[in-house]
Every structure is written in C-alpha cells, then in structure tokens.
Nanobody, 127 residues
C-alpha cells in the first residue's frame, strides 16, 4: 500500500514557475515508477510525465517537453515536478501516481497501469 500526498500547487502568471511535490508513504517507494497526470475541467485525465524506479529514465508529454522536469529522491520517498514557462493551458488538477513495475527503467504513460493516486493539487495559470 502506498499513500501519495501532493503539494505545491497554486496560482501563477503565464511564464512563471511552480514546483510540485509528491510525498509517498511506505518502505517500497523504489519499487514504483512514478508519474504525474493532470485533468482540466471538462477534459479527460492526461499524462504529463513519468520517472522510472531508479530515476534514470524519464518521459514527458509533448506539450510539456522542455518546460517541465521530473525527478525523484528514493531516500526521501519524494517525486518532484518542476514546471517552468507555464501557460494558461497548463491549468488543471495535477495528480501524482505510483505504478508497481518489475523493470527499473520503465516509465509508464498510461493511467490504467498506475495503482495508487494522490488527491491532486490545483494549478492555475493566469494570462
């Protein structure tokens, strides 16, 4: 069982930055690939970024490549999403998720494979 708690959301102007954090409970954090997803009002949840169990592999949605950076600290059971050059279209509730994976380098992009989810944190980017 893994419990995830996101923090760091808020209101920011276009072009600004936010740093989202996800704290995970449990002693097996390093056995999970970690991902960030987001859901805007009236839209489906979409993949944002993922990192492998060892942090050595990462994946990004095309819409955030070059602007967002995902990282993890297995010693602190934490995954970070650094978001720069934010745009109004980045406005959404952002969710942290954990996917149990065998291979240490997998970066899942499909929500269906993520077993545990946080409660979400709101990010609002004003124009």
């Amino acid at each position: 069982q893994v419990q995830l708690v996101e923090s760091g959301g808020g209101l920011v102007q276009a072009g600004g930055s936010l740093r989202l954090s996800c704290a995970a409970s449990g002693r097996t954090f390093s056995l999970y690939s970690m991902g960030w997803f987001r859901q805007a009002p009236g839209k489906e949840r979409e993949f944002v970024s993922a990192t492998s169990r060892n942090g050595g592999s990462t994946a990004y949605a095309d819409s955030v490549k070059g602007r967002f950076t995902i990282s993890r600290d297995n010693a602190k059971n934490t995954v970070i999403l650094q978001m720069n050059s934010l745009k109004p279209e980045d406005t959404a509730v952002y969710y942290c998720a954990a996917s149990p994976t065998i291979a240490p380098t997998i970066t899942p992009t499909q929500a269906v494979v993520y077993r545990y989810w946080g409660q979400g944190t709101q990010v609002t980017v004003s124009s």
